[in-house]
């Protein structure tokens, strides 16, 4: 929600809107502290047949490598063909993180055939 009324107050500052719509509305308090820190092993396990069962082969590969790699969305949808490589005679994948900070993550099996099966 705090997305959605920067964007509007941002809309309002610089003149495109006179006010904004999103003014009085009343946004819930959430605890900084989650108690859950993921999905469960049977949310993932279902999570992953979704995905694999989708029209779209990217799916699958997206699931796979935020699931199995750890990866975060904006990491995994900036990645490329050309940053899987080899180090040290495993597959890896180059990784531009947080603070534009390059990480070599090594290439389980599973998740090569995934990938090599989504660019095919």
Request: glycine share 8%.
């Amino acid at each position: 929600m705090a997305v959605v009324t920067g964007f509007y107050r941002t809309c309002v500052i610089d003149g495109v809107l006179e006010h904004s719509p999103a003014e009085y509305v009343r946004r819930t308090r959430v605890s900084n502290e989650s108690p859950t820190l993921g999905l469960s092993h049977l949310q993932f396990e279902a999570l992953l047949s979704a995905a694999r069962n989708s029209a779209n082969p990217f799916d699958f590969a997206l699931v796979v490598m935020l699931g199995m790699l750890s990866l975060r969305i904006f990491e995994a949808c900036n990645t490329d063909i050309t940053d899987i490589g080899e180090e040290h005679g495993h597959r890896v994948l180059r990784v531009v993180g947080k603070g534009a900070k390059i990480v070599l993550i090594p290439l389980p099996p599973a998740v090569g055939r995934c990938i090599d099966r989504a660019v095919a």
